[in-house]
C-alpha cells in the first residue's frame, strides 16, 4: 500500500498540535522557505515552506523545532543564510549548524512514513562529502532516540505517527546507508 503525502495533512497535524499553544502556521509558499513572527498585519507567527514541497514543509518545522521562543520572535529565526553557490568554508559552517534540524526532520519524516535523505543545499559544484554529512545527522538521530527529544519535536513525532499508523521511533528504523 502506498501512502500518498499531501502537505495539506501536514498542515492540519501541525495547526492541531502546536497553535493553541504557539500561535504558528505551517503556510504553503509559492517562494523560498521563511520563517515570519507575528507583526501589525499578521496576528499569527508564519512558517511559510516552498512550493507546496511536503520534504520543505518538514524541513521547516524541524527549524521551527531548534528555535527557541526568542529565536521565534525573529525573522528567520535570526540564522544566517548563505545561498547556493557557498565556498567550501561555508558549506562546513553550512553543515555545521544544519545537523540538528535534519536529525529532527529524518524523525518526523520517519514517523511519517516518508523517504528523507540530507540536504547540503549547494548544487555549486564543489565537492561536498554527503556520506560524511549523512553520518553526522545520524549521529545526532542516535543521540536523540537514546535521550529523548525536545517535548515539542516528541509531540509532533507522536501525531505524525498516530496520523500515518506508524510504529515509535527506533534505532532499526534510522541507516545513512540507505538514503537516495
Known amino acids: ?9 501536514l498542515i492540519a497535524i501541525f495547526e492541531t498540535t502546536f497553535f493553541n499553544e504557539f500561535n504558528t502556521k ?11 513572527p507575528a507583526d501589525d498585519k499578521h496576528l499569527s507567527h508564519r512558517i511559510i515552506f516552498a ?21 521565534r520572535l525573529v525573522e528567520d529565526y535570526g540564522y544566517w543564510y548563505e545561498p547556493d553557490g557557498r565556498s567550501i568554508i561555508q558549506q562546513t ?7 540538528v534540524p535534519q536529525a529532527i526532520e529524518w524523525a518526523i519524516s520517519v514517523s511519517c512514513g516518508f523517504k ?31 535521550n529523548g527529544f525536545s517535548t515539542r519535536t516528541q509531540q509532533l513525532v507522536d501525531a505524525c505517527g498516530a496520523f ?9 528504523m534510522f541507516s545513512y546507508l540507505e538514503m537516495k
Not at 57 to 70: D, M, P, T, Y
Request: aromatic share 14%.
Open 1 to 9: 500500500m502506498s501512502i500518498t503525502f499531501n502537505y495539506q495533512d
Open 116 to 146: 528523507f535523505d540530507v540536504s547540503a543545499d549547494n548544487l555549486s559544484g564543489i565537492e561536498i562529502n554527503r556520506l560524511a554529512f549523512k553520518h553526522n545527522v545520524y549521529q545526532h538521530v542516535v543521540r536523540y532516540l537514546n
Open 93 to 99: 559552517e553550512f553543515e555545521k549548524v544544519e545537523i
Open 51 to 71: 512550493h507546496g514541497f511536503y520534504a520543505s514543509a518538514l524541513h521547516e518545522v524541524a527549524h521551527w523545532l531548534v528555535a527557541g521562543e526568542k529565536r
Open 164 to 172: 500515518y499508523k506508524t510504529a515509535p521511533l527506533t534505532k532499526e
Open 26 to 36: 505551517l503556510i504553503c509558499g509559492d517562494d523560498e522557505p521563511i520563517y515570519l
